[in-house]
């Protein structure tokens, strides 16, 4: 059974790192494109990057170009979102997402984690 679990999200200031991770089981990376994506409060969810099965990486959501770094370890079969310079707007729920070995639109992605709240406040 294919399973997604986020984790790494935490209250943190403006300025700062976090660095989530979404582990996956019952399938490969390999065979997988994993997308990340944020949802704030009273707004859609959006999609912030994502990593092909070929580990092609696809663009940023603008807001996060240059801040955010999508990664990922295939012996640990774990993707990362490495989040530097951290704003208020950054904070969401995020969740990451799988579907067959390429990247798309947020509609297309059929398994989902439970997601993991990040909090940029002072």
């Known amino acids: 059974q294919l399973q997604l679990v986020e984790s790494g999200g935490d209250l943190v200031q403006p300025g700062g790192s976090l660095r989530l991770s979404c582990a996956a089981s019952?399938?490969?990376?390999?065979?997988?494109?994993i997308g990340w994506f944020r949802q704030a409060p009273g707004k859609e969810r959006e999609r912030v990057s994502c990593?092909?099965?070929?580990?092609?990486?696809?663009g940023y959501l603008d807001s996060v170009k240059g801040r955010f770094t999508i990664s990922r370890d295939i012996s640990k079969n774990t993707v990362y979102l490495q989040m530097n310079n951290l704003k208020v707007e950054d904070t969401a729920v995020y969740y990451c997402?799988?579907?067959?070995?390429?990247?798309?639109?947020?509609?297309?992605?059929?398994?989902w984690g439970q997601g993991t709240q990040v909090t940029v406040s002072s």
């Open positions: 997402a799988a579907r067959r070995l390429f990247c798309s639109n947020i509609e297309f992605y059929h398994d």
């Open positions: 019952g399938f490969t990376l390999d065979d997988y494109a």
């Open positions: 990593i092909a099965s070929n580990g092609g990486r696809t």
